[in-house]
């Protein structure tokens, strides 16, 4: 399957991550929108995560709420912008019945919001938490491999340059968005190729997953610490 990174949800080889968020988050406070470029929101061991990535990957995240259909025209993302949200609501008034609230319409683009917002997370600090165990363990993977496996793929579901394109117009993801994808699938499959030879050689394929999940989250996730506004399960500030 192409690693169209949020396209298709992303869902790694052996490190599933936390969909949780952090429960004032949940309640207590409002929906954060576009951080400060140079903020760092989260930081994942020595590695910072700016604003300026973090919005990046927010808007693949808005662009790919729906699977775009493969003809037609491209649709154009929502707007959210928390934390009245005033685009998204008039976009679902266009569709809502009358007898519908704005106080709904705002709960509805807040919960969509915070998905959104929970995948993205997620999704780019397990990036970094397979990249910073591939460092430790010396299984980092070249540029060339990377390039070769995005290629393969690529050319294996998008054989057209037409319908690459239409991809990347829908998803807004570039080259290096989908490169990123590709590396952290296959850095998770080298890592758990490892993990099982020494910690869990004889067990199911589900158990050697659960057991590796286990053994990265354990140990990442007290170096992952993110700012207010963008706790999830994966970060230290994390209380249930």
């Known amino acids: 399957m192409f690693v169209s ?34 903020a760092v929101v989260v930081r994942v061991g020595a590695t910072p995560i700016t604003g300026a990535t973090y919005d990046h990957w927010m ?8 699977m775009p259909k493969p003809t037609g025209s491209v649709p154009k993302p929502v707007a959210y912008e928390p934390p009245d949200f005033t685009a998204c609501v008039a976009h679902l008034r266009t569709s809502a019945l ?26 780019v600090i397990t990036g970094y938490w397979l990249r910073g165990e591939a460092a430790e363990q010396h299984a980092s ?23 690459f394109r239409r991809l990347q117009e829908a998803s807004h993801q570039t080259i290096p968005d989908l490169e990123f994808s590709v590396e952290t699938q ?24 659960a057991a590796f999940n286990k053994s990265i989250r354990s140990k990442w996730t007290p170096k992952t610490d993110c700012s207010p506004g963008y706790v999830i399960g994966d970060c230290r500030q994390y209380h249930g």
């Open 186 to 209: 296959m850095l998770s499959a080298k890592l758990l190729e490892s993990f099982t030879k020494v910690h869990a050689h004889g067990k199911s394929e589900q158990a050697r997953i």
């Open 98 to 123: 009358k007898s519908t609230t704005t106080a709904q319409l705002e709960a509805k683009c807040e919960k969509t919001y915070e998905g959104i917002q929970t995948r993205i997370l997620n999704f």
């Open 5 to 38: 990174a949020l396209l298709v949800g992303l869902i790694l080889t052996g490190c599933g991550g936390s969909a949780k968020r952090h429960t004032a988050d949940a309640g207590s406070e409002s929906a954060v929108g576009p951080a400060p470029a140079t």
């Open 59 to 66: 808007a693949i995240g808005a662009a790919t709420v729906e």
């Open 141 to 163: 993977i070249t540029e060339a491999e990377v390039h070769k496996r995005f290629e393969e793929e690529r050319r294996a579901n998008f054989p057209t340059t037409a319908s």
